[in-house]
């Protein structure tokens, strides 16, 4: 165990300790009379003095010392002994065996023995040493505390200080915490790690200096286990700019899943949250626990492994032996209960899987406890098996559990047919469980032709297997392909008698290599419908095949006219789908399939996969099939953005990498291969291989699952690598891999070759050599079968993060690219703009679950509009990035322009909007600004119940403490008149080219824009200067608004009339020293204006605009360069801490 750093006098140690391993920095030592067969005197005095005192007083036998180099207390090691001496050293470990304190050892050499080399300062390294056994034993005692059922003291402690470090609302739960250093270049920061719902945290005060990383979880692009040049095993996060390295944990391990975990689950959950469902325990983020990722963790492996509806929960696994009357003694393994099976996993790989459907047991017993026999239960099952399970611990509540879940399952799902025995009633456990026949299913269809299709051709369900149908014979003799069939029927007929023939079979070894042969025809739909537990699915939904078809036939809509598309681009080769039969069937199927599935609904590949299983299987099991395949055995593969089937395009890059990697030198960019691999994935190499060949891959695939697919892939690559290095181009690649597939043959095969679409890439002069279908998939399991379900789930997890964000990369180009041309804010600024809306978007959805950005985010709906914004989340932005801060008006602005621009009224904005929006208030010309100041105080953006739109006579517009001084003199006069009126008639010929002409302005909405513009000139450096120019310009524009309000009557302002206006400005402005030092008290002719009827009094665009430009501080101030690198760089360090501050302040 660690100790708590303690100084050793090492003074006499020669006569007391031995040392066994010294380093620069570490010393093991062992306790003499410890290990020695027949030592000397001296330890086996030592050794009896040990073995005489008090056990609280005993010493162990073996501990570990620190020692520095350079420092005064240092003294080399001589021959394995330390020399006399006065010297401290500092004990930090100490063990009871030589194991313990080996592992101890090791320890610090992988994680201490290379970073203290870089410190420079002796003490520091002592002090760095002590630091980070302390925060060993204190996360020690942490884990230990944590298995405790109450809430542990350590914890509560280590969230205080998260608490106080972070500033995050309570809605962000901390998960755990670790201990370890993060490096920064080349010295390591000791300090604590949280793991939090939606972050990964780092605090370190270290020698002075604080360190404190808040890295979002959506930010992570990649997470791997690396080493650098210190360290051998470090973890690894990357994010868009910075990568950061994280080592010296107790447990890497532990702490690498846990954060994988909350990663994915992050991730899915709020960049996939329409395809991805969460388990029921982890709906609430702000519930889940380390102990709830570590349950998902082990759920989704026993999904993964036995291939389970999503829906099974985990419930127990327990270490246990299983009687395999095949090998003839019990096999040690794991049992794994769950909601509605009972699986078994042996310990050896591969050695032999169970899985039992608790639809399929008729009683669990428990059998009497012998020496030979420990905790024994028998669970009998309905084909007269049992299984015997043994040296199950806690066996009662075991069995309690299960007695429970059987007596469930039974009551929702009533067995409907009888314990089958041979292969004749075998038959019968495979027919349709629901009878259609004379059931009349929607409205005719008419076929690809045009013709009107018989209502009972078209509605039935096929009663038997299409091949069975449209049986076709090969060109060899059919004795000779028969008795082939009949060899491989009457092995596997074999193989049913000793290990079972129903779904409880045990699968083993065995089993694969008949799998690998090829399934004889006569049992393949069988076998499939066993291997992937599609039978249970077909026995427990009677009728429901039959009520699926007959609410949707009928129907039409785009997912229905897709698959009507494709009917006949299915297997066109194959007379089965040449005549309206088996297109009617696969129509049916998929139709049924698309309403029961709408989130998939209907994709294309799914065509080829179900023409194939309608070959093999009757209808109704066909579609259960296809459940079983989109919904368990591929997932996410059969969706919009196919998400499944580009994370196994990853994780088969990386298998290229590490099995082929001569392949992968050459081939630099590997994502060629896996597009031209992709149609393997989602076709299981239908499409690409002839048909008599690919059922073999579906053989395999339905046995073994996706792995048999990465498989074949390797086997298919390492048999054309010679010629793909060679290949020039992704043409040419096409070309070699095309060509192979194509020339995949299957000579055991009854039926004729069928040939595919590839052919014309075959077209060769000289004959291609032809590979057996049999060999291929022999050589795929001897020479890549080692690939582990918990290996290809870990690397899924892993990629799963890189699609995701390389979804989001794409998304935000897309975005980019659409928004670039219309603003004038530099592309890096801009990039920096959307990370900061996304980032807007996400903390909402971190700590606000209804907030409407959330409901509202669509992966699948175009780029622009994945991700929105309300109007609390744009005022946060606003205050953030906006050049126009109004102090306490802020807000009220930006409420303001948040409706204006709402165009449709959802109460959401997308990124573009708010950018062009932005780019006016800092790159817009100045009328472009005073026109979106404008706007902003008319309606929909200025209300009727706008909070800061009282009536001008209560609020005063000229208020300020200071005169205002304004005036020109008479010379400036002249020219300000007739630059006004030139003005005037320039924008009036502007307004004249404008596609919509923006309505007048009334009183009440002009005084709100001055009161925003008064505003915004608060605390400017010219704000004097700025204030007498908008009085000057106010009073000139109320001037207008009244003589315009006079002559309303007598029609529209004319030139004239507007020569009058200024004139008459102008002189109520000649006077150089006119002051007002009563604000309250505005001029006679200001007063009277304010006295007249509103809805009388109008302003338009053009005369504000006008006036505002004969003042040259308000030009200067609209068209002042604004710098928005700053307000970006502060907007991403104070985002957080706004965002706390609001959710702090509506919870008081």
Not at 594 to 603: L, T, V
Not at 852 to 864: L, T, V
């Amino acid at each position: 165990m660690w100790l708590k750093p303690e100084e050793v006098l090492l003074k006499n140690a020669l006569k007391l300790w031995v040392t066994q391993k010294s380093s620069c920095y570490f010393i093991l030592q062992r306790r003499r009379g410890h290990g020695e067969g027949s030592g000397r005197f001296t330890g086996r005095l030592v050794g009896a003095l040990d073995a005489v005192l008090d056990s609280n007083a005993r010493v162990a036998p073996f501990r570990i010392l620190l020692q520095v180099p350079g420092s005064q207390v240092y003294s080399p090691i001589a021959c394995g002994e330390l020399l006399n001496g006065s010297e401290v050293y500092w004990a930090i470990a100490i063990g009871a065996t030589l194991e313990e304190i080996n592992q101890h050892w090791e320890w610090l050499e992988q994680n201490l023995l290379h970073t203290l080399s870089v410190f420079d300062n002796k003490e520091d390294i002592a002090s760095f040493v002590k630091g980070k056994i302390k925060a060993l034993i204190a996360e020690e005692t942490s884990s230990k505390l944590a298995e405790q059922e109450e809430e542990p003291e350590k914890f509560r402690e280590a969230l205080v200080k998260f608490e106080a470090r972070f500033n995050f609302p309570e809605a962000e739960k901390l998960i755990t915490y670790y201990s370890c250093c993060c490096w920064k270049g080349r010295v390591p920061r000791q300090g604590w790690l949280y793991l939090s719902i939606n972050h990964l945290c780092f605090y370190s005060f270290f020698l002075g200096k604080e360190l404190k990383l808040i890295i979002p979880w959506v930010d992570v692009q990649k997470l791997e286990r690396t080493c650098n040049v210190f360290m051998t095993d470090t973890i690894r996060i990357t994010t868009q700019n910075k990568e950061r390295d994280f080592s010296m944990f107790l447990n890497l391990d532990e702490v690498f899943k846990i954060m994988e975990q909350l990663a994915d689950i992050t991730l899915r959950r709020l960049l996939d949250n329409e395809i991805f469902e969460l388990d029921p325990d982890l709906q609430e983020p702000t519930q889940i626990t380390k102990r709830d990722l570590e349950a998902r963790a082990q759920n989704e492996f026993f999904r993964a492994f036995f291939r389970l509806p999503r829906k099974e929960k985990l419930h127990e696994v327990v270490d246990c032996s299983l009687w395999t009357p095949f090998s003839r003694c019990h096999t040690v393994g794991r049992m794994f209960a769950s909601d509605s099976y009972v699986c078994f996993a042996s310990k050896e790989d591969g050695c032999c899987n169970v899985v039992l459907p608790l639809r399929e047991v008729v009683s669990i017993e428990k059998m009497e406890d012998t020496s030979l026999l420990p905790n024994p239960i028998i669970i009998s099952i309905r084909s007269k098996m049992a299984f015997q399970f043994i040296e199950l611990k806690d066996r009662e509540s075991l069995v309690e559990n299960l007695l429970r879940r059987l007596k469930l399952v039974h009551a929702n799902s009533p067995v409907h047919y009888d314990t089958l025995k041979n292969e004749a009633e075998t038959s019968s456990l495979f027919q349709s469980t629901s009878v259609c026949s004379d059931q009349k299913f929607g409205n005719f269809k008419l076929s690809q032709n045009g013709n009107m299709v018989d209502k009972e051709t078209n509605l039935l369900p096929n009663s038997e297997a299409l091949i069975a149908i449209f049986h076709q014979s090969g060109t060899q003799s059919p004795d000779s392909r028969m008795s082939r069939e009949q060899i491989k029927a009457s092995l596997w007929n074999d193989h049913f008698v000793e290990y079972g023939r129903t779904v409880c079979m045990f699968r083993t070894e065995k089993i694969r290599k008949l799998v690998a042969m090829g399934i004889p025809e006569s049992l393949r739909g069988k076998l499939w419908l066993l291997f992937s537990d599609a039978v249970t699915d077909l026995a427990s939904h009677p009728g429901y095949y039959g009520n699926l078809v007959e609410e949707s036939m009928g129907k039409c809509c785009l997912v229905t006219e897709e698959i009507e598309r494709d009917l006949h681009r299915s297997l066109p080769e194959h007379p089965a789908f040449q005549n309206e039969t088996g297109i009617a069937a696969l129509r049916r199927v998929l139709t049924a399939y698309a309403h029961r599935n709408p989130k998939i609904g209907y994709c294309q590949s799914m065509n080829i996969l179900t023409s194939v299983l309608l070959l093999y299987a009757k209808e109704e099991e066909a579609f259960w099939l296809l459940v079983a395949v989109c919904e368990r055995m591929l997932p996410d593969y059969f969706n919009h953005r196919v998400i499944g089937a580009q994370v196994d395009q990853s994780v088969f890059e990386e298998l290229i990498r590490d099995r082929l990697p001569e392949l992968a030198e050459h081939m630099k960019d590997l994502s060629t291969l896996a597009s031209i691999s992709l149609s393997w994935f989602l076709t299981l190499f239908l499409s690409i291989m002839p048909l008599e060949s690919a059922v073999n891959v579906v053989d395999c695939f339905f046995y073994d699952g996706i792995k048999a697919i990465f498989q074949l892939g390797l086997a298919v690559l390492e048999a054309n690598a010679v010629e793909l290095c060679g290949s020039k181009d992704d043409g040419q690649a096409l070309m070699i891999l095309s060509r192979f597939l194509d020339h995949v043959k299957n000579e055991e095969s009854p039926g004729p070759p069928i040939g595919n679409h590839h052919a014309f890439f075959s077209d060769d002069q000289e004959p291609y050599p032809v590979t057996d279908i049999a060999d291929l998939i022999r050589d795929s399991y001897e020479k890549f079968g080692d690939q582990s379900v918990e290996m290809i789930e870990h690397m899924r997890c892993k990629h799963r993060i890189r699609v995701f964000q390389g979804h989001e990369d794409t998304t935000k180009q897309n975005v980019l690219r659409v928004v670039i041309p219309e603003v004038s804010i530099l592309p890096e600024d801009l990039e920096e703009l959307y990370d900061l809306f996304k980032r807007e978007h996400m903390i909402s959805c971190y700590w606000e679950q209804t907030s409407p950005a959330f409901q509202h985010h669509d992966p699948n709906r175009p780029y622009a509009e994945q991700y929105l914004i309300d109007a609390q989340q744009f005022t946060n932005l606003y205050k953030l990035v906006s050049p126009w801060t109004c102090g306490a008006h802020t807000e009220i602005l930006a409420e303001r322009t948040f409706r204006l621009l709402d165009e449709n009224m959802d109460n959401l904005i997308a990124f573009k909007g708010f950018a062009v929006c932005l780019d006016i208030m800092y790159n817009g010309e100045m009328n472009e600004k005073i026109k979106l100041l404008y706007r902003l105080h008319l309606p929909p953006a200025l209300t009727e119940n706008d909070k800061d739109s009282q009536s001008p006579l209560k609020n005063p517009l000229l208020s300020t403490s200071r005169p205002l001084v304004f005036g020109k003199s008479n010379g400036d006069a002249i020219d300000y008149q007739k630059q006004l009126k030139q003005m005037l008639k320039d924008l009036a010929k502007e307004k004249d080219k404008t596609e919509k002409e923006l309505p007048k302005m009334s009183q009440r909405e002009f005084i709100q824009f001055c009161k925003t513009l008064y505003s915004m000139f608060h605390e400017d450096p010219e704000e004097n200067d700025l204030y007498q120019a908008i009085a000057t310009v106010t009073t000139l524009l109320l001037q207008i608004g009244e003589v315009g309000q006079r002559s309303s009557s007598s029609g529209s302002c004319s030139d004239e009339y507007m020569d009058d206006v200024q004139t008459e400005a102008c002189a109520s402005t000649s006077e150089q020293d006119s002051v007002f030092t009563d604000m309250g008290k505005p001029p006679q002719r200001y007063s009277q204006s304010l006295s007249m009827t509103e809805g009388d009094w109008t302003v338009s665009l053009e005369h504000i605009l006008a006036s505002l430009l004969t003042e040259q501080s308000l030009v200067n101030f609209f068209e002042k360069p604004l710098d928005i690198k700053s307000k970006l760089e502060n907007a991403k360090i104070n985002q957080y801490s706004l965002k706390t501050n609001e959710l702090n302040h509506q919870s008081e």
